[in-house]
């Protein structure tokens, strides 16, 4: 499973883009990004995937460049309550035989007032 | 209920017993994974159930820990003779068979060992 590195801790401020960049130099061709946000005293909770350019939806975006070795995360306009831990992780591709899901460290988000 | 189960939401143990811990996943998911979270520290993967397949045990770190799941649904995770560093919030979650990747974690078992 490709390893995947992301920073520790980062803060922003309500109404600010947070972008969260992840690096996975060793990603497999079929190999998909996935992103989870974990709340304090609850377990993740998947927020998007994606395997290549550009994936939106209604909470987030996913940016994954040509060469897929690294992805961002964009939360737009966060507001207080993503104060969360996010988690980049790498495999576990869609439909083909079935892999387990290891997480990293995980990047913690404070957003302030 | 619509999401995946754990049970009790709470146990407080004293050290060398053993506990069970039990996972309701979400009917029709064939993927079950066991995962271990110490305070302020990210997911460490103890087990993963794929189907009929053998388990993938590798996550598991001694022999005093063992899962199992029944009829390919309730998996229920044993600690044998617990220790203090067995104190963790230990997080069930279910997935879609096969391999999607998206999975749906329960609230978690908060196991304190005294």
């Known amino acids: 499973l490709a390893k995947t590195t992301q920073p520790i801790s980062m803060d922003s401020y309500e109404g600010q883009e947070v972008n969260i960049t992840c690096s996975h130099n060793?990603?497999?061709?079929?190999?998909?990004i996935t992103w989870y946000q974990q709340f304090p005293s609850q377990g993740p909770r998947f927020i998007i995937q994606?395997?290549?350019t550009k994936v939106t939806n209604e909470v987030a975006s996913l940016f994954i460049p040509a060469d897929r070795k690294s992805s961002t995360l964009s939360l737009p306009r966060v507001s207080l309550s993503d104060t969360a831990v996010y988690y980049c992780l790498v495999g576990a591709h869609p439909y083909s035989s079935a892999s387990k899901i290891i997480f990293g460290s995980g990047t913690r988000l404070s957003i302030r007032p | 209920g619509a999401g995946v189960s754990q049970s009790p939401s709470n146990k407080v143990t004293e050290k060398g017993k053993d506990v069970e811990l039990r996972c309701d996943p979400i009917?029709?998911?064939?993927?079950l994974y066991w995962y271990r979270q110490s305070l302020g520290q990210g997911l460490e993967f103890l087990i993963y159930?794929?189907?009929?397949?053998?388990?993938?045990k590798s996550g598991l770190p001694s022999d005093r820990f063992s899962a199992e799941r029944t009829g390919g649904s309730v998996s229920t995770l044993t600690i044998q003779r617990t220790q203090q560093e067995d104190s963790a919030v230990y997080l069930c979650?279910?997935?879609?068979?096969?391999?999607?990747?998206?999975?749906?974690f329960g609230q978690g078992t908060r196991l304190t060992v005294v």
């Open positions: 994606g395997y290549k």
């Open positions: 159930f794929q189907g009929n397949s053998a388990p993938d």
């Open positions: 060793n990603i497999a061709t079929n190999d998909y």
């Open positions: 009917s029709g998911h064939t993927a």
């Open positions: 979650a279910s997935s879609l068979d096969p391999g999607v990747t998206e999975a749906f």
